[in-house]
């Protein structure tokens, strides 16, 4: 039986937060590739930020924290934290003009610039993500979340083999982490090497601090290799009933899509987002 829409719709926004499955791609994966999404692992804070947590509501994250930045506009925390909340609750260019402004101001703060390439990743600006976030930290003090964001950008430009360096970088700083496992795990599936991105994806899922995206794209992987129910179980993983019905019956639909030419596509999952 399938859940009624009232049900599936907030469910399937959890999931299209969590699976990070935002586009079709048709098939051969070559030409304009297009990924919306596209921001990797990056936390709420990077590792030389000091912001504030945001609150779980992301409405009232931005009462809170706009009403401190329009107090002052040049407080970078203020900015900072203002952006995240704008970010989180899905105003994205509102977000991409505050952290201008506040690097403009401070050009030398590096979260600043992390949380600036985050907002131009997220609208579409990869060029420009990338040069922002490879001055948000430097060769003598590499970020590892940030490596995995710069991956993400490149595999969104099909630089697909420099993305993978930019992971493997990451790696080496924060071994088996399992927001950067699954990043690189979905560059190997925007190049169809389906068995590579499955094997990549389960050493992500086999860590205790894998969240709900890790699984979520590891059942859109199987799926792609025509696996069907072995992709559903690992989709309902132990969720509630209602949320995992929600996420099979979206799944389903990633795998059946077709392209209006008459061929068959391949679901394009977005790497990770930041929480």
Not at 9 to 16: D, S
Not at 201 to 227: F, I, K, S
Request: proline content about 6%.
């Amino acid at each position: 039986m399938r859940p009624s829409s009232s049900l599936v719709r907030p469910n399937l926004a959890r999931f299209l937060a969590s699976a990070a499955v935002t586009a079709i791609l048709a098939a051969g994966l070559g030409g304009c590739q297009t990924m919306s999404d596209v921001t990797g692992a990056l936390t709420q804070k990077s590792s030389s930020a000091a912001a504030p947590a945001i609150p779980d509501d992301p409405r009232r994250a931005v009462e809170v924290y706009g009403e401190r930045y329009r107090a002052n506009p040049k407080d970078a925390n203020a900015a900072l934290a203002y952006g995240q909340a704008l970010r989180a609750s899905g105003q994205r260019s509102q977000a991409a003009a505050v952290l201008e402004q506040a690097t403009i101001a401070h050009p030398g703060n590096k979260a600043l610039l992390a949380g600036y390439g985050r907002a131009l990743a997220d609208n579409g600006n990869s060029q420009a993500a990338f040069d922002v976030l490879s001055r948000a930290h430097s060769p003598d003090n590499p970020d590892w979340r940030i490596l995995s964001v710069q991956g993400t950008v490149l595999d969104k430009l099909a630089k697909h083999d420099e993305a993978r360096r930019y992971y493997a970088s990451a790696l080496k700083i924060a071994p088996e982490e399992p927001s950067v496992l699954s990043n690189l795990g979905l560059s190997y599936m925007l190049t169809r090497e389906l068995p590579d991105a499955e094997a990549t994806l389960r050493r992500a899922y086999g860590n205790p601090r894998a969240d709900a995206r890790v699984r979520q794209n590891l059942a859109l992987v199987v799926g792609l290799q025509g696996r069907f129910a072995e992709a559903e179980t690992i989709a309902k993983g132990d969720l509630p009933s209602e949320e995992a019905a929600a996420n099979v019956a979206y799944l389903r639909e990633m795998l059946s899509r077709k392209d209006p030419r008459g061929g068959k596509t391949v679901p394009v999952a977005a790497l990770n987002r930041p929480d």
